[in-house]
């Protein structure tokens, strides 16, 4: 089910499987995101690929969250996408230009299958993620900083006038949100804070990492670091990590904020860290992306043509590379072992969850290209898949394929396999 005032015609290129998602054979003739020749050398080849019909207007930002696929675009609209079919949820307008790609988020809910959040410069928007719907929405008091962290009560946000601000916001949807709480903090929060458990993560432009409690502004504990952050923060049971201008990358405690270990790198950072499957990606303009071991703390390489994580599976890692290409590298060792151009303003979208690449045109066309020895996707499996789309996981039916099972290319699993289990 698409939910939106606007009339959206959604291409779906399956190869022989043109027929499945818009009814219309034949009717893509769209130039592929990534030819089939380029993925097929460096050992992929495409599972889906579908063009959203964005006339004059350009993609912003694209996420993948859980079991979506989100894209913004400039003018306002996103494009709520399910990633294991290329099928499309819903479509709604967020009200505004969009001027800044601010990543959503999903309500924490004990199911795993709360709204998603977005947050524009004024105003947040709160969405069913699956139906489209439109749970709340309201305009802020303030000049939002960055996007929203959110449980089913309460939700975290930063001003940009150097503020933290806690919002009672599911209680009345006829009204405005209640502020629950509001603290200064040293300069701008311009990231998403990060909510582990009963505790919300926070970091400020000028250099202050925080932890607070969400029900009544209880500091856990703040941590002062040198220089100033212009990324996130990424919170996980290793640790707290943070890059900062003055070179470091710092790992604090989650429970008490003491510093754990410091790298210090040869010149200042602007992006944040990934960490996934126990390693450590940091960008440092000039030297590459240095990788270290979460759990001996050692580095593990630098890649000199490196820029930005984007999937691994295993070993096997997928990076962007400085001329916004793609490298296939060994996580062990840091060697290149393949690399593949993308074409003129094609992104690659971080995907912490499995070796799959998303790639998405600014033109709104999207490829899903996965690993040889994966699934291909069926077409009784999209068609199961598409009777559940506004529906959440739980209540739909059992029977697509997911791409991230390598072992068993046969094996059934739920309809949508890609949630969280933990966080919503």
């Not at 309201?138 to 001003?159: H, K, Y």
């Not at 952050?229 to 070179?247: C, F």
């Not at 393949?338 to 690659?348: C, G, Q």
Request: aromatic share 8%.
């Amino acid at each position: 089910m698409i939910k939106s005032g606007t009339v959206v015609c959604i291409l779906l290129i399956l190869g022989s499987f043109a027929d499945v998602g818009s009814g219309q054979p034949g009717v893509a003739t769209l130039p592929p995101v990534v030819g089939a020749e380029g993925l097929d050398r460096v050992g992929y080849h495409g599972f889906w690929e579908i063009a959203l019909p964005l006339g004059n207007d350009s993609v912003l930002g694209s996420h993948l969250l859980d079991e979506n696929l989100y894209v913004t675009t400039r003018a306002g609209f996103v494009f709520a996408i399910q990633a294991d079919t290329g099928l499309l949820r819903w479509v709604q307008n967020l009200g505004a230009t969009l001027v800044r790609d601010r990543a959503p988020t999903h309500v924490q809910t004990p199911s795993g299958e709360g709204p998603v959040v977005f947050v524009t410069h004024s105003a947040v928007r709160v969405f069913d993620r699956y139906s489209g719907d439109e749970v709340r929405s309201f305009e802020l008091p303030f000049p939002a900083g960055g996007g929203a962290v959110a449980n089913r009560d309460l939700m975290c946000l930063g001003s940009a006038a150097g503020r933290l601000h806690s919002l009672r916001w599911s209680a009345d949807p006829r009204s405005a949100a209640l502020q629950w709480w509001e603290v200064a903090v040293k300069g701008v929060v311009a990231s998403t804070p990060v909510s582990i458990f009963d505790r919300w993560y926070v970091v400020s432009s000028g250099g202050a990492v925080y932890c607070v409690r969400p029900e009544d502004k209880l500091l856990h504990w703040a941590s002062r670091i040198g220089g100033s952050v212009s990324g996130g923060l990424h919170v996980d049971e290793s640790g707290v990590y943070v890059a900062s201008t003055d070179r470091s990358l710092r790992v604090l405690d989650a429970d008490t904020g003491e510093r754990i270990r410091t790298y210090k790198l040869p010149g200042p950072l602007y992006d944040a860290p990934d960490v996934v499957q126990r390693t450590c990606y940091q960008h440092c303009p000039g030297a590459g992306l240095y990788a270290f071991d979460v759990d001996t703390r050692e580095q593990l390489w630098v890649g000199p043509h490196a820029r930005r994580f984007v999937a691994r599976a295993a070993e096997n890692l997928v990076l962007l590379s400085e001329t916004d290409g793609l490298l296939f590298v060994d996580n062990e060792t840091g060697t290149v072992r393949h690399t593949l151009d993308l074409p003129n303003r094609v992104s690659a979208v971080r995907n912490t969850r499995d070796g799959v690449l998303y790639l998405v045109a600014a033109d709104g066309r999207i490829a899903c290209a996965t690993p040889k020895g994966y699934p291909y996707l069926r077409r009784d499996a999209v068609r199961r898949s598409r009777a559940g789309l506004s529906q959440p996981p739980s209540a739909a039916q059992d029977g697509l394929v997911n791409p991230s099972i390598v072992n068993d290319p046969g094996q059934r699993v739920s309809s949508d396999p890609l949630r969280s289990a933990n966080r919503g």
